[in-house]
């Protein structure tokens, strides 16, 4: 009970320690607050036919054209048939933003450290010690991406090797379109918590366009703005760290769903 009351920085290990400590007091006749859930996403259900198994045995999706595929891409197929854009936003979108927005911070001098002008990077990249020894610089970065969006920061872009940028062209016209809280919000928790946090991110990004019905969706209107979805095929259920992410985009008015798939 003692080692749960003490937490974790890591949300998605807090609420698990939080759940278990809640358990254990009450068997052990301990007081324990309650333990707030994670607010859930508004679900959309998706239902399409299957088609057999991928190789590593992963259940495979019909599409609109025939194609057996994964989950993730069946749907961004369907929704792309309703006429909206969308992608599997995998890690590499998510550490090309980070690295178009923050590169600056990259060489800046840090106490104690030698410099790294040979480097792609510096050696504390991607952990929560970069964000501690920039925090100003990384601050004030924040506040024009909430701002101003990534345009700026892709305007000054001039072709430098910077490590974690890949798909250069594709994650600019991708990150011009976003609206600038939802990069914030996203690249603040990489920056806090390492890169380790993009576990649980939903994966996919549907990118803004014109509200449309999309047929095979319930319900079938699509909004307008951005928003993000975690898609679960049967007997798949949101893991912890997934539930921490999706209660961390409502907090800050980021819209994101759950996307159901059945037969």
């Known amino acids: 009970v003692a080692r749960c009351r003490g937490g974790d920085p890591d949300p998605a290990l807090a609420l698990a320690l939080a759940r278990s400590g809640h358990r254990l007091a009450r ?6 607050p309650p333990v707030e859930a994670p607010r859930p996403a508004p679900d959309r259900r998706l239902r399409i036919g299957r088609a057999g198994s991928l190789p590593g045995g992963r259940p495979a999706w019909r599409t609109p054209g025939g194609e057996a595929l994964g989950v993730e891409a069946a749907a961004i197929a369907y929704l792309r048939l309703a006429g909206r854009e969308a992608l599997h936003a995998e890690n590499w979108l998510w550490s090309s933003l980070f690295a178009l927005v923050f590169r600056e911070l990259y060489w800046l001098p840090v106490p ?3 410099p790294t002008a040979r480097r792609s990077g510096p050696v504390d990249l991607g952990t929560p010690a970069f964000y501690a020894a920039r925090q100003a610089a990384a601050g004030q970065a924040l506040a024009r991406l909430e701002a101003e969006g990534l345009g700026p920061f892709a305007d000054t872009f001039s072709g430098e090797i910077v490590a ?3 798909r250069v062209e594709t994650a600019i016209q991708v990150g011009r379109r976003l609206p600038g809280k939802m990069l914030s919000t996203v690249l603040y928790e990489l920056l806090r918590r ?3 946090a993009a576990s649980g991110l939903p994966d996919v990004l549907v990118l803004p366009g014109a509200v449309v019905h999309a047929p095979h969706f319930f319900p079938s ?4 703005t951005a928003f993000l979805a975690e898609v679960k095929g049967p007997g ?11 209660d961390r985009l409502i907090a800050t008015k980021i819209h994101v769903e759950l996307w159901t798939v059945s037969e």
């Open 27 to 32: 068997a052990a006749r301990l007081p324990w």
């Open 194 to 196: 390492g890169f380790a």
């Open 236 to 246: 798949d259920s949101l893991r912890e760290g997934q539930r921490v992410w999706i």
């Open 164 to 166: 974690g940028l890949s």
């Open 112 to 114: 104690g450290r030698l």
């Open 221 to 224: 209107t699509m909004p307008e």
